[in-house]
């Protein structure tokens, strides 16, 4: 679904044809799933994030600006939520290969998965802070341009571009460190071909 035919649905659902809401839930649903649940590690949580950022953009639908990313402005409210969620925990659940399988399973996420890949990005993505593992999966794994990052983590394009360079360059440090740590996991070339 292009930016326009989300701006159409969504000024339907405005006008009071709120049945029209579930286009745009189907539309996001399981890229902002697998997003969210890259950041809290934990399936039910990420549900419970997902339903509630539904919840919030359908609510505070008046408050959106058309013809700004609607996409970004959606992913803001599940980060923030995402956030929250981790802070509630006061601290970052280790992501589980066995969960992310059997959710990618459940959801029919097309996502590729090599044997021992997983643990070793896993690993690196533990080492990052939340701010670098975030921009890294929108960029990544969401494709969202720098505009879009931008909003989603209310910084200039500039400053996230640069925040972007400096993630991946630790990102692929630490990933070539866990090769000297003597981890035989998967092979280098493969994320820092994606990068």
């Given at each position: 679904m292009d930016s326009d035919q989300i701006e159409d649905i969504l000024e339907i659902v405005r006008n009071g044809n709120k049945q029209e809401y579930s286009k745009i839930v189907v539309n996001f649903q399981k890229q902002l799933f697998y997003y969210v649940f890259c950041i809290v590690n934990n399936t039910q949580d990420a549900e419970d994030i997902l339903q509630e950022t539904f919840v919030i953009a359908f609510n505070k639908l008046n408050q959106y600006r058309r013809h700004t990313s609607f996409s970004a402005w959606l992913y803001r409210i599940a980060k923030n939520l995402s956030l929250d969620t981790l802070k509630k925990r006061k601290k970052i659940i280790p992501y589980e290969r066995d969960e992310m399988e059997n959710m990618i399973e459940n959801c029919s996420l097309t996502v590729t998965t090599n044997e021992g890949y997983d643990e070793k990005v896993s690993e690196v993505l533990k080492r990052l802070t939340f701010d670098e593992k975030n921009i890294l999966l929108l960029?990544?794994?969401?494709?969202?341009?720098?505009e879009e990052i931008a909003?989603?983590?209310?910084?200039?394009?500039?400053t996230t571009r640069k925040q972007y360079e400096r993630a991946?360059?630790?990102?692929i440090k630490l990933y070539d460190q866990i090769?000297?740590?003597?981890w035989t996991y998967g092979d280098g070339k493969q994320i820092k071909s994606a990068l």
């Open positions: 960029r990544i794994h969401q494709e969202k341009t720098y909003l989603i983590i209310n910084k200039g394009q500039s991946k360059k630790k990102f090769d000297k740590e003597e």
